[in-house]
């Protein structure tokens, strides 16, 4: 029996389609899909070839057939190793085009062919057809390919358009002269002429050039050029700190070097320090400005949070209307006022967006929450503030009802369907899914420069497709996003909108709703299923086996001494906002298997579970509480005792006994535990102890 009315994934797709730019498209297709063929069918090159309103059609016929068939052809090279999926797509390429130019006259193709090789250059010399028709050896195509393989290498140091006007010149230069004299008959006066300009060019003196290159450049007339090949860091900086007139400090240098080259603008100082910052953040460093001082931060210190601090202490306060003018990757902190939303929600939101740089301050009593942030990340969370805010405001706006006189609503939209499978396998999360999937794979391949909205009812769909993980439906999640991009190089931008089921302004949804009940019916067939849900196939499985197989009382026994709320979602908390080098340490803490003698004891490693100390065993407890080795080091410990001194489960994050419902881990005093244990280097990951 099949899965019914929700678990059903019927869809009805309702396409905004908004202009942009001029009111007609007149290139037929795609020149990464179709190559040439999309530029002899634009208007001008077609009447300058005289092609025929026949062979328009047909040409139209082609490319809409090729572009139909894109999808399923990216799919199935999508697991071949990059270099063969690169060779499979350049000849389903040329497949394309033999076709589409087996449709033009003799004179017709000859100048269709000319305009390709024009424009891939020498670089189509490797063709085997272009290759045997110039009588270029096997020994001199290796050559050719091995200069392409540089290009990469030439674009980052040169520049993407000298690096174009070198890579032809070399590629040239391994042909002899007959070969270069065949090759221009091949490309036309078009070779010519450019080489003739490429002279005019090299005529200049080097001096009249240099100054046409800076008098060209975009950006402020006080702006920084910027220029470095793999320079040290410390070079960059201290150039940076000189030519801005800063104070640089810097007490550690970051690693590695800095390559960026941009001969056609200058940045202001923000940009460039936001430039800098784009690698530096990779590196976990970045670069702050107070006042007339230039500083480099380093991100990776033991103490995360004194770091968050001290990077909140040093930004920038701005509004929020001010935020549209920062860098991408400028920390700056902003306060956002709630009204509708509490602290609390939104602190948890924000926290999944910040990075290692981040923080947020909760102010409940003003009701405000202050982020300290990158500009780009502070820009999705002012977004998401809005949304919250406003429910039903920017989102639904949208939504309008038109008046149908002559036609039904069923007439109107395009219904598409699909049944799944049966209820043991597939839940309402895979449908939404396998919806959304559905509504890509019908949008008509032809479209460019549109914005097409999805809507769906299903809010977990929505944040697993912003957020994927481990979650059923992988495959389904990465057709979306391979749809989403290839839609996104024809200028289409994808919106997801999520409209709740109740909402009485979405009159489509009662509709869907219908609709799924009939792709339902009893005689409906499911498509073959690329996945199970796996919640639904883990539940089912876990009913079926209820007191089977339960884990044994004495397992965990230690740890849910400690922390009485065990197992619970705290724990996540716990280790979500430690780094790895903390995250280690609390797990032999609260697990007990540690580098401390009572456990060395247990496993045979040593022959005395007895402390260095000589009072007793070296337990945990005796370890964080009473050894003498550590009282210096302790200090830290006591900052947080507020009267809990000797409480394990306090200090280890977990719920002791006298704890009530309300209870939440204290991280200050989990973080200080972790410092402590830090500072007597008795939880080393290497093999060396303190003894």
Same mark, same amino acid.
């Given at each position: 029996?099949?899965?019914?009315?929700?678990?059903?994934?019927?869809?009805?797709?309702?396409?905004?389609?908004?202009?942009?730019?001029?009111?007609?498209?007149?290139?037929?297709?795609?020149?990464? $899909?179709?190559?040439?063929?999309? *530029?002899?069918?634009?208007?001008?090159?077609? %009447?300058?070839?005289?092609?025929?309103?026949?062979?328009?059609?047909?040409?139209?016929?082609?490319?809409?057939?090729?572009?139909?068939?894109?999808?399923?052809?990216? *799919?199935?090279?999508?697991?071949?190793?990059?270099?063969?999926?690169?060779?499979?797509?350049?000849?389903?390429?040329? $497949?394309?085009?033999?076709?589409?130019?087996?449709?033009?006259?003799?004179?017709?193709?000859?100048?269709?062919?000319? @305009?390709?090789?024009?424009?891939?250059?020498?670089?189509?010399?490797?063709?085997?057809?272009?290759?045997?028709?110039?009588?270029?050896?096997?020994?001199?195509?290796?050559?050719?390919?091995?200069?392409?393989?540089?290009? +990469?290498?030439?674009?980052? !140091?040169?520049?993407?358009?000298?690096?174009?006007?070198?890579?032809?010149?070399?590629?040239?230069?391994?042909? &002899?002269? =007959?070969?270069? /004299?065949?090759?221009?008959?091949?490309?036309?006066?078009? !070779?010519?002429?450019?080489?003739?300009?490429?002279?005019?060019?090299?005529?200049?003196?080097?001096?009249?050039?240099?100054?046409? %290159? #800076?008098?060209?450049?975009?950006?402020?007339?006080?702006?920084?050029?910027?220029?470095?090949?793999?320079?040290? @860091?410390?070079?960059?900086?201290?150039?940076?700190?000189?030519?801005?007139?800063? +104070?640089?400090?810097?007490?550690?240098?970051? #690693?590695?070097?800095?390559?960026?080259?941009?001969?056609?603008?200058?940045? +202001?100082?923000?940009?460039?320090? &936001?430039?800098?910052?784009?690698?530096?953040?990779?590196?976990?460093?970045?670069?702050?400005?107070?006042?007339?001082?230039?500083?480099?931060?380093?991100?990776?210190?033991?103490?995360?949070?004194?770091?968050?601090?001290?990077?909140?202490?040093?930004?920038? =306060?701005? +509004?929020?209307?001010?935020? %549209?003018?920062?860098?991408?990757?400028?920390?700056?902190?902003?306060?956002?006022?709630?009204?509708?939303?509490?602290?609390?929600?939104?602190?948890?939101?924000?926290?999944?967006?910040?990075?290692?740089?981040? *923080?947020?301050?909760?102010?409940?009593?003003?009701?405000?929450?202050?982020?300290?942030?990158?500009? *780009?990340?502070?820009?999705?969370?002012?977004?998401?503030?809005?949304?919250?805010?406003?429910?039903?405001?920017?989102?639904?706006?949208?939504?309008?009802?038109?008046?149908?006189?002559?036609?039904?609503?069923?007439?109107?939209?395009?219904?598409?369907?699909?049944?799944?499978?049966?209820?043991?396998?597939?839940?309402?999360?895979?449908?939404?899914?396998?919806?959304?999937?559905?509504?890509?794979?019908?949008?008509?391949?032809?479209?460019?420069?549109? &914005?097409?909205? /999805?809507?769906?009812?299903?809010?977990?769909?929505?944040?697993?497709?912003?957020?994927?993980?481990?979650?059923?439906?992988?495959?389904?999640?990465?057709?979306?996003?391979?749809?989403?991009?290839?839609?996104?190089?024809?200028?289409?931008?994808?919106?997801?909108? @999520?409209?709740?089921?109740?909402?009485?302004?979405?009159?489509?949804?009662?509709?869907?709703?219908?609709?799924?009940?009939?792709?339902?019916?009893?005689?409906?067939?499911?498509?073959?299923?690329?996945?199970?849900?796996?919640?639904?196939?883990?539940?089912?499985?876990?009913?079926?086996?209820?007191?089977?197989?339960?884990?044994?009382?004495?397992?965990?026994?230690?740890?849910?001494?400690?922390?009485?709320?065990?197992?619970?979602?705290?724990?996540?908390?716990?280790?979500?906002?430690?780094t790895r080098k903390e995250s280690e340490v609390l797990v032999q803490l609260r697990t007990g298997k540690s580098r401390l003698n009572s456990y060395l004891r247990k496993i045979g490693a040593v022959e005395s579970d007895e402390c260095t100390c000589g009072q007793s065993a070296e337990t945990v407890e005796h370890f964080l509480f009473r050894c003498r080795r550590w009282t210096v080091q302790r200090e830290i410990m006591l900052r947080y005792a507020r009267g809990k001194m000797g409480d394990l489960s306090f200090f280890l994050g977990g719920k002791a006994e006298s704890d009530d419902d309300k209870w939440q881990p204290d991280m200050g005093a989990v973080r200080a535990t972790i410092q402590f244990a830090l500072a007597t280097k008795r939880f080393?990951?290497?093999?060396?102890?303190?003894?």
């Amino acid at each position: 029996m099949q899965i019914r009315n929700s678990f059903s994934t019927t869809l009805l797709v309702f396409f905004a389609l908004i202009e942009s730019g001029s009111a007609s498209v007149y290139a037929s297709g795609s020149s990464d $899909l179709v190559g040439i063929l999309a *530029s002899i069918t634009e208007p001008g090159n077609a %009447a300058e070839l005289g092609l025929t309103q026949d062979q328009l059609d047909r040409l139209e016929a082609l490319i809409k057939q090729h572009e139909s068939q894109a999808l399923t052809f990216s *799919s199935q090279i999508r697991q071949l190793p990059s270099a063969e999926q690169k060779s499979k797509k350049a000849d389903n390429l040329r $497949l394309i085009e033999r076709q589409g130019l087996a449709l033009l006259t003799d004179s017709q193709r000859s100048k269709a062919e000319m @305009w390709r090789l024009q424009k891939l250059g020498p670089a189509a010399l490797v063709e085997p057809e272009v290759a045997g028709l110039m009588g270029i050896s096997d020994e001199q195509i290796s050559k050719i390919k091995n200069i392409l393989e540089g290009k +990469s290498i030439l674009d980052r !140091e040169m520049g993407k358009a000298k690096a174009a006007v070198e890579l032809n010149t070399r590629i040239v230069a391994a042909l &002899d002269a =007959s070969q270069k /004299i065949a090759w221009q008959t091949l490309v036309g006066k078009a !070779e010519k002429s450019e080489a003739a300009s490429e002279n005019a060019d090299a005529a200049k003196s080097p001096s009249d050039v240099v100054v046409q %290159a #800076q008098a060209n450049m975009a950006g402020p007339a006080d702006g920084y050029a910027i220029n470095f090949n793999a320079a040290p @860091w410390s070079e960059v900086l201290k150039w940076l700190a000189k030519e801005a007139e800063l +104070s640089l400090q810097a007490d550690l240098y970051p #690693q590695g070097t800095f390559s960026y080259r941009d001969p056609f603008r200058r940045y +202001s100082l923000s940009e460039t320090m &936001d430039v800098m910052n784009s690698v530096l953040l990779g590196k976990g460093y970045t670069l702050m400005k107070k006042q007339r001082v230039l500083m480099t931060v380093d991100l990776g210190g033991d103490n995360a949070e004194l770091t968050r601090a001290f990077v909140r202490e040093l930004a920038e =306060s701005v +509004s929020i209307e001010e935020l %549209a003018k920062r860098g991408d990757f400028e920390i700056v902190k902003c306060v956002f006022t709630l009204e509708r939303s509490t602290v609390e929600e939104i602190e948890k939101e924000v926290r999944l967006l910040m990075g290692p740089q981040g *923080s947020v301050v909760s102010l409940p009593t003003a009701g405000q929450v202050l982020v300290c942030e990158t500009g *780009s990340k502070l820009r999705i969370i002012r977004d998401l503030i809005e949304r919250s805010e406003k429910p039903d405001g920017a989102r639904s706006a949208k939504i309008v009802t038109l008046p149908l006189k002559h036609v039904s609503a069923d007439e109107v939209l395009a219904s598409y369907s699909v049944t799944l499978g049966p209820s043991d396998e597939q839940n309402a999360y895979t449908a939404g899914l396998e919806a959304i999937a559905m509504a890509l794979r019908c949008v008509p391949l032809g479209l460019h420069d549109r &914005d097409l909205t /999805i809507v769906t009812s299903n809010r977990s769909v929505l944040q697993v497709i912003r957020r994927p993980r481990q979650q059923s439906g992988q495959c389904t999640i990465r057709e979306i996003y391979g749809a989403v991009e290839f839609l996104g190089r024809r200028g289409c931008r994808v919106r997801l909108r @999520w409209v709740p089921a109740k909402n009485e302004k979405f009159t489509l949804g009662p509709l869907a709703k219908r609709q799924a009940k009939r792709a339902t019916r009893d005689e409906c067939s499911a498509e073959p299923a690329t996945f199970q849900a796996r919640s639904t196939t883990l539940r089912l499985l876990l009913n079926e086996h209820a007191g089977a197989g339960q884990i044994p009382e004495r397992v965990g026994k230690y740890s849910k001494r400690i922390d009485k709320a065990l197992p619970g979602k705290h724990t996540r908390k716990l280790y979500d906002e430690l780094t790895r080098k903390e995250s280690e340490v609390l797990v032999q803490l609260r697990t007990g298997k540690s580098r401390l003698n009572s456990y060395l004891r247990k496993i045979g490693a040593v022959e005395s579970d007895e402390c260095t100390c000589g009072q007793s065993a070296e337990t945990v407890e005796h370890f964080l509480f009473r050894c003498r080795r550590w009282t210096v080091q302790r200090e830290i410990m006591l900052r947080y005792a507020r009267g809990k001194m000797g409480d394990l489960s306090f200090f280890l994050g977990g719920k002791a006994e006298s704890d009530d419902d309300k209870w939440q881990p204290d991280m200050g005093a989990v973080r200080a535990t972790i410092q402590f244990a830090l500072a007597t280097k008795r939880f080393r990951m290497d093999r060396e102890r303190d003894m």
